[in-house]
């Protein structure tokens, strides 16, 4: 069957978020606010899906998204998160013609410190989620206006195939897995088609910009499939004026285009003037500064960062700062001293591996002879299978190996380092450390 591929490159904006189809399709074990949790945590990150694991957004941004305008539930937004790290997401993906299941956490680390939420993401998941091959546009602002979980996530599994007009047939069984009605009341159709399908759809129909209508197929009198009309909602220019760009004007300021010159990421740049817009440009003023100074090491992008995140005194030095300026002499020469002991020990570890590999060539073929015997006796008959009495070689490589490691733990015990040998066989690699062998 030939494969319909949805291909499109619309602008992302700041409230459009470009969603993986297989991470659509996936089970729908999700709350209504966990799923739009997931959308703008998503949204939020795109920009640097493939540069970075970890990313944060302020809280109260992020409450903004969520359609929470006057409070800020911070228990709920942290069982929200701890769902998430538990939740698996499931893929389903064909790969040269063959099926392939995956599954991982919808997120592998969340946190609200300070009025930030930070968060991370498995990178296979971020490969997946930024480059999808196919995906479907899902608007932020649709978003909040859906008050039912199985409408939302009935409106992201429908969404890209506005272009093509239908879903295809779904077996319920199917469908009923991607929407998450596992509920066993859900076994009987009426239910299903009750909760599951005229809800959801009076309510997608009434606020998205789709439009859909169910379609059902029996076998004998049993409904076995269904499908989705999908079409553009005839009321989406009513809808319009609540879904444009609210940040349109923002990404004309003069901060925001000198946040996005530093490489910070369009979202990014765009929360931190909604928190705080003085503080960000006075910000961007007090890092180009120092910049010009030559006093910025690393990025300037990642000095940013710090600062806000920080919420540091701009023109004050950050705790960083000040810790660098504070380490003591004494702190770096025992950084020294502890470098200098572990690439000793590390070149003593060497040394003996040489000098027993130099003791095993030295040994006679009696000396050898006698001491596979020791070593069957210690380790069994059974290791010594391919030993060959004649040529005192094991033919196996398995048994060879594990003679020779053994032959090593016997050797050990008797090597003892000796200052000036260790000394001239260090010259000899030129491998001197910076300090006299004790």
């Given at each position: 069957m030939?494969?319909?591929?949805?291909s499109?490159?619309?602008?992302?904006?700041?409230e459009?978020?470009?969603?993986n189809?297989?991470?659509?399709?996936?089970?729908?074990?999700?709350?209504?606010?966990?799923?739009?949790m997931v959308?703008?945590?998503?949204?939020?990150a795109?920009d640097?899906?493939?540069?970075?694991?970890?990313?944060t957004l302020?809280?109260?941004?992020l409450c903004a998204?969520?359609g929470?305008?006057e409070s800020?539930?911070?228990a709920?937004?942290?069982?929200?998160?701890?769902n998430?790290?538990?939740t698996?997401?499931?893929?389903?993906?064909?790969?040269?013609?063959k099926e392939?299941w995956?599954?991982m956490?919808?997120?592998s680390?969340?946190e609200?410190k300070?009025g930030i939420c930070t968060?991370?993401?498995d990178?296979y998941?971020a490969e997946r989620?930024?480059d999808?091959e196919i995906?479907?546009m899902?608007?932020i602002?649709?978003q909040?206006?859906f008050?039912g979980?199985?409408?939302?996530?009935?409106?992201e599994?429908?969404?890209?195939?506005?272009?093509?007009g239908?879903?295809g047939?779904?077996?319920?069984?199917?469908?009923?897995k991607?929407?998450?009605?596992a509920?066993?009341?859900?076994?009987?159709?009426?239910y299903?088609?009750?909760d599951v399908?005229?809800?959801p759809?009076?309510?997608?129909?009434?606020?998205?910009?789709?439009?859909?209508?169910?379609?059902f197929k029996?076998?004998g009198?049993k409904?076995?499939?269904?499908?989705?009309?999908?079409?553009?909602?005839?009321?989406?220019?009513?809808?319009q004026?609540d879904?444009?760009?609210?940040?349109?004007?923002?990404?004309?300021?003069d901060?925001?285009?000198?946040l996005?010159?530093?490489?910070i990421?369009?979202?990014l740049?765009?929360?931190w003037?909604?928190?705080d817009?003085?503080?960000?440009q006075?910000?961007?003023d007090?890092?180009e500064?120092?910049d010009?100074k030559?006093?910025?090491?690393?990025?300037?992008?990642?000095y940013?960062?710090?600062l806000?995140?920080e919420?540091?005194?701009?023109?004050?030095?950050t705790?960083?700062?000040v810790?660098k300026?504070?380490?003591s002499k004494?702190?770096?020469e025992?950084?020294?001293?502890?470098?200098?002991a572990?690439?000793?020990?590390e070149l003593e570890?060497?040394?003996?591996?040489?000098?027993?590999?130099?003791?095993?060539?030295?040994?006679?073929?009696e000396?050898?002879?006698i001491?596979?015997?020791?070593?069957?006796?210690a380790?069994?008959e059974?290791?010594?299978k391919?030993?060959?009495?004649?040529?005192?070689?094991?033919?196996?490589?398995?048994?060879r190996?594990?003679?020779?490691a053994w032959?090593?733990?016997q050797f050990?015990?008797?090597?003892q380092?000796?200052?000036?040998?260790?000394?001239q066989?260090?010259?000899g690699k030129g491998?001197?450390?910076?300090?006299?062998?004790e």
């Amino acid at each position: 069957m030939k494969k319909n591929i949805v291909s499109c490159s619309p602008k992302l904006t700041s409230e459009q978020l470009k969603k993986n189809v297989a991470a659509i399709h996936t089970n729908g074990d999700l709350s209504l606010l966990e799923r739009k949790m997931v959308n703008v945590l998503l949204l939020n990150a795109y920009d640097e899906l493939l540069s970075r694991r970890t990313h944060t957004l302020p809280v109260n941004h992020l409450c903004a998204m969520l359609g929470w305008d006057e409070s800020c539930n911070i228990a709920l937004l942290k069982r929200v998160l701890r769902n998430l790290a538990v939740t698996p997401i499931e893929f389903n993906i064909l790969e040269n013609g063959k099926e392939v299941w995956r599954v991982m956490s919808m997120i592998s680390f969340g946190e609200i410190k300070n009025g930030i939420c930070t968060y991370r993401y498995d990178e296979y998941l971020a490969e997946r989620f930024y480059d999808p091959e196919i995906y479907a546009m899902i608007n932020i602002g649709v978003q909040r206006r859906f008050e039912g979980g199985y409408a939302l996530t009935l409106y992201e599994n429908c969404l890209r195939y506005k272009t093509v007009g239908s879903t295809g047939w779904w077996d319920i069984e199917r469908f009923r897995k991607l929407v998450g009605a596992a509920a066993s009341i859900y076994d009987e159709f009426k239910y299903l088609k009750r909760d599951v399908i005229t809800k959801p759809i009076n309510e997608i129909n009434r606020v998205s910009d789709i439009w859909l209508a169910p379609e059902f197929k029996k076998v004998g009198r049993k409904v076995n499939y269904l499908r989705f009309i999908v079409t553009e909602n005839p009321q989406k220019t009513l809808l319009q004026p609540d879904l444009k760009d609210d940040h349109a004007a923002l990404r004309k300021s003069d901060t925001f285009k000198r946040l996005r010159e530093h490489g910070i990421g369009e979202r990014l740049a765009i929360a931190w003037i909604l928190q705080d817009k003085e503080r960000a440009q006075a910000v961007v003023d007090y890092v180009e500064e120092k910049d010009r100074k030559k006093q910025v090491k690393g990025t300037t992008a990642g000095y940013i960062r710090k600062l806000i995140e920080e919420k540091a005194e701009v023109g004050i030095k950050t705790a960083y700062e000040v810790k660098k300026e504070n380490a003591s002499k004494e702190d770096i020469e025992k950084a020294k001293r502890n470098k200098l002991a572990a690439r000793k020990a590390e070149l003593e570890a060497e040394y003996r591996k040489q000098m027993i590999t130099d003791r095993i060539k030295r040994l006679t073929r009696e000396e050898r002879k006698i001491l596979v015997e020791r070593y069957s006796v210690a380790e069994g008959e059974g290791k010594t299978k391919s030993y060959n009495p004649e040529t005192t070689e094991f033919e196996d490589t398995i048994e060879r190996i594990a003679f020779m490691a053994w032959l090593r733990s016997q050797f050990l015990p008797e090597i003892q380092i000796n200052t000036n040998e260790f000394a001239q066989w260090l010259k000899g690699k030129g491998s001197e450390l910076k300090e006299p062998v004790e």
